[in-house]
């Protein structure tokens, strides 16, 4: 799997509060917004799917893809046999769309790899360069897998071990793409100020740092002990249940010399970085300590000097302002004037993209994904609200929006649904829209000049020496010309004009990370840049707040704050000369040729198996029975079908009259999901809902179900069950009949945050209408509501204050009845040990950060746990059928682990309220379970 660095960069320090445990009572949506019309395009060695107007694109991929195979079975020893499903997302937009991996799908996955069936998923982000490094990467992890598989099945050695995921991860960079920029800046980063991972402790790892710590150790490996080591370490794989006696075994070093022989050689390159350049706090003036801030945008706001900026301080993205004061000793406090990431209009921000700019006139735009596409806000500073939002037709993404001098223009960069990125502007008063460029290059970070006739943008398209660096080009609006600005052997981006619009400043990775550079305007073209700042660290945007002073974004310490930089106060000496000879026309991708043999042809559903599981399970209602489960999908994930049958028999004479099984088909392509099947059950139960007692029962009958997404956060379900019942109480010989008929509605939304053992902001509700009733005999009839609500208040990045109120009814003839007690509910109280057709509940909780780190250390093997969390609660309540009982309740205190990211460990003391809130209990409770909080 691959992420955008950028955006993975923070959720390295967000994935914490946006993990979300989707259960059936609650959860956020994935929305199937398209209806995509799939082709299949075959090759020699991969069936390739793609869809619509993204032919070109595609069969560029295809042709990088063979590439990358004849590459791969050379570098890895090894031939694929079997053809691989590369599935194309013309957006990331399409592609969080994707039904191949159920969950939710971040912003910074870049591509994923899935190994049960093979499948590699890849969107198309608008860079062919990048494309080609993606389809690399996830490619690597196919022949990897397929290699060790291999091996093992070769060695009767169970074929389900893999190396760590950090060698996995950055071996699947160092087979497919040089060291970049941004790798170079997070080394940095992690090495001089203390956040890198030594070799022994990096199984602990996760996020970017661990790719790229990954991919600079075989860097290593391969420069000083051969590169045949590193495929000697797949082959050799085999013999050592150890991944670190593997290492010893391939290099001849113990594994304590080659940790240190590695981090000597880190340490030794970039602590010479010191001579000639200095960290962000030492040149700058940082301005800002909290959360993480991007896209500083300054404005003088009558008396007042303001920057308006997209930050995430609590968790949510929002768009935010705060006070300019660099001469205060005080870090500025920030507040929030769009609240985004809690209802379908601001649904998502794009971090670390550029997504906001700020007019002369004060007016703010920013860019959200709202549903199906992104969409342009426009903010009045002046009147505090939104006065516009626009959405056009066939854009799909939107970023890097920038005003004309007047205010009446916004130029922009927009994905197509050809994947092509290019450039608009809007005409705010004639509200037309005028397409720029129109071709495969990636043009970004568009800006008018002084007078509105010409646009600045950067863009790949650069051609001759430095052929798909990004360069900064300018578009003449009248001749419609497109003429090189800049000509470098670098990238170039996010271009801002002095206030006097006689300098052009931007950033460029020439000296290895971003910094700002800049070139003069208004005469001949420039022959060369000069540069202005010389972090260690990468600048990510910048703003003019006089022709002195800038304020900027940076990375340091794996952090992105502001800073206030004195250009006075800066000796600007170095000086590189552009190359404008010998460009050449512009350059173009060879596709896949297709012979007579190959051909495109349309997408026809062909399932295979997604899993089949056998099981033993005892319970309290069921009993112990055996079983297996069998699940079947199409290639894209689309279509599903789930069978599962077990026997719940006692007696060899019981096998053929408890039988259990059911069919379900569930239907995800389009947006309103749906799911029907039919079922038997049969057997030995016992029910704590209606009684105490065991009975036989056998129940046939089928079901449908609806489920319609209003966004992300809201949803409408509907299902109706038929069900025949025959129930025969334990020591009775009346059979009780009923053929029942449930429907339900509900109404769900959850906007909720979590940290890794449940929600720390936003809200949750559920209110469900049902009723059941026996249409042939007349045994039952009731009717359900169930209204449950939960709210989160963040009282600190990692600390909150969760509340939940709900109440349960069933009324009626033969109503079921609700139960209660246990670890999610009413606590120190037995599990289901309170029932009663009407139940209600509340609960108030401190969720707060315990220990960050534990480890136990034995003589062989150690124990780390992870971020242990601590609460406090107190939970009330009560269940009765027709008359009121008491209210019952418990106080107390626990602590949280989160497991492996599966599941979380409850260990909870404290003492139950009896006799309606009238007596505490003598002693203690102690209570263990699993599972989320509440």
């Not at 923070?10 to 445990?21: C, D, K, Y």
């Amino acid at each position: 799997m691959i992420k955008n660095w950028r955006i993975y960069l923070l959720i390295i320090f967000l994935a914490p509060q946006i993990i979300s445990a989707q259960f059936y009572f609650f959860g956020r949506n994935k929305v199937q917004y398209e209806k995509f019309n799939w082709k299949v395009l075959k090759t020699e060695h991969f069936n390739i799917y793609y869809y619509d107007d993204f032919t070109e694109i595609a069969e560029i991929g295809a042709r990088f893809a063979e590439e990358a195979f004849e590459s791969h079975k050379v570098k890895f020893n090894h031939y694929v046999t079997n053809k691989i499903p590369l599935i194309f997302y013309n957006t990331h937009t399409h592609f969080q769309q994707t039904n191949i991996s159920p969950g939710f799908i971040p912003e910074g996955i870049g591509g994923f790899f899935e190994f049960m069936k093979g499948r590699v998923v890849i969107p198309y982000l608008g860079n062919l360069a990048q494309f080609k490094h993606v389809i690399r990467h996830e490619l690597v992890h196919v022949f990897m897998t397929n290699k060790i598989y291999n091996i093992l099945n070769d060695h009767r050695i169970n074929t389900d071990k893999m190396p760590p995921l950090w060698f996995v991860e950055g071996l699947a960079e160092y087979w497919s793409s040089d060291w970049d920029t941004q790798s170079e800046m997070v080394m940095r980063d992690a090495v001089l100020n203390g956040n890198f991972i030594p070799l022994t402790d990096l199984e602990y790892l996760s996020g970017y740092l661990m790719y790229k710590e990954g991919q600079k150790f075989l860097e290593f490996v391969g420069k000083n002990y051969g590169e045949d080591k590193i495929l000697a370490i797949l082959e050799n794989f085999w013999r050592f249940n150890k991944f670190t006696d593997l290492l010893e075994f391939v290099t001849g070093e113990k594994i304590n010399d080659l940790d240190n022989k590695w981090t000597y050689d880190l340490r030794q390159k970039y602590f010479l970085l010191y001579k000639e350049n200095y960290p962000h706090f030492i040149q700058a003036k940082k301005i800002t300590n909290a959360g993480f801030n991007f896209a500083p945008r300054f404005f003088q706001n009558g008396n007042k000097k303001e920057i308006y900026f997209i930050g995430n301080h609590v968790g949510y993205t929002s768009v935010m302002r705060m006070d300019y004061k660099p001469d205060s000793s005080d870090y500025a406090e920030a507040e929030v004037l769009i609240e985004g990431e809690r209802d379908a209009i601001f649904e998502a921000f794009h971090l670390l993209e550029n997504t906001f700019s700020v007019s002369s006139n004060g007016l703010l735009v920013f860019i959200t994904r709202s549903q199906a596409t992104d969409v342009l806000h426009v903010y009045s500073i002046k009147e505090e609200k939104l006065i516009n939002t626009f959405q056009f037709d066939g854009l799909i993404r939107i970023k890097a929006p920038s005003f004309s001098a007047d205010g009446n223009k916004i130029v922009f960069t927009a994905t197509d649904t050809k994947g092509f990125s290019d450039l608009f502007i809007y005409d705010l008063n004639t509200k037309q829209l005028t397409r720029l460029t129109n071709d495969y290059y990636e043009d970004i970070d568009p800006t008018f000049n002084k007078d509105g006739s010409k646009i600045i943008f950067s863009s790949d398209r650069t051609d001759g020496l430095f052929k798909q660096k990004y360069n900064l080009f300018e578009y003449d609006l009248t001749t419609h010309d497109i003429s090189y600005l800049t000509n470098v052997n670098a990238n170039i981006s996010t271009p801002n004009f002095s206030p006097d619009f006689s300098e052009l400043y931007f950033t460029s990775d020439y000296d290895g990370t971003y910094n700002i550079w800049k070139i003069p305007v208004g005469g001949d073209r420039a022959n060369g840049m000069t540069q202005v700042t010389k972090f260690i660290t990468s600048v990510y945007d910048f703003s003019f707040v006089d022709k002195n002073t800038l304020v900027t974004s940076g990375f340091e310490n794996f952090s992105f704050q502001f800073y206030s930089l004195d250009l006075n106060s800066i000796q600007n000496e170095k000086y590189v000369a552009f190359n404008f000879e010998n460009l050449g026309s512009k350059w173009i991708f060879e596709r896949i040729k297709l012979t007579a043999e190959y051909d495109r042809l349309k997408y026809e559903k062909e399932y295979n198996l997604d899993y089949a599981v056998s099981q033993l399970v005892t319970d309290p209602v069921y009993g112990t029975r055996g079983g297996a489960l069998l699940s079947l999908s199409d290639l894209l994930g689309d279509e599903q079908y789930v069978f599962y049958i077990s026997n719940t028999s006692e007696l060899q004479s019981e096998i053929l009259k408890n039988f259990n099984l059911s069919l379900a088909r569930v239907s995800l392509k389009d947006r309103t999901n749906y799911g029907f099947g039919v079922f038997n059950y049969s057997g030995r139960r016992y029910d704590i809902r209606e009684s105490d007692e065991y009975f036989y029962e056998r129940v046939f009958g089928g079901y449908i179900s609806l489920i319609y997404p209003f966004s992300s956060f809201q949803r409408l379900e509907a299902e109706m069950d038929i069900a025949n019942s025959d129930k025969e109480l334990s020591g009775s010989f009346i059979t009780r009949k009923s053929l029942l008929v449930t429907n339900t509605i509900s109404f769900v939304h959850d906007n909720s945050i979590w940290v890794v053992t449940g929600p720390v902001d936003g809200s949750r509700f559920r209110l469900l209408l049902g009723y059941t009733s026996d249409v042939k005999y007349s045994n039952v009839n009731y009717y359900s509501i169930i209204a449950d609500y939960r709210k989160y208040f963040r009282l600190g990045l990692r600390s909150s204050l969760a509340t939940r109120a709900a109440i349960f009814i069933n009324d009626g003839k033969e109503a079921r009845r609700y139960f209660a007690g246990g670890s999610w509910d009413l606590r120190g109280w037995n599990r289901w040990s309170i029932r009663g057709e009407k139940m209600w509940l509340s609960s108030i909780e401190l969720r707060f950060p315990l220990v960050d780190q534990f480890t136990i250390n034995f003589p062989f093997f150690g124990l780390s746990f992870f971020q242990i969390r601590g609460a406090a609660f107190f939970d009330a309540g009560a269940a009765w059928d027709k008359d009121y009982k008491e209210t019952l309740g418990s106080i107390g205190a626990g602590i949280r682990i989160n497991i492996f990211n599966i599941f979380a460990l409850r260990y909870d003391i404290g003492k139950k309220i009896e006799k309606d809130f009238t007596q505490l209990q003598p002693g203690l409770f102690y209570q263990f379970f699993f599972g989320w909080d509440f």
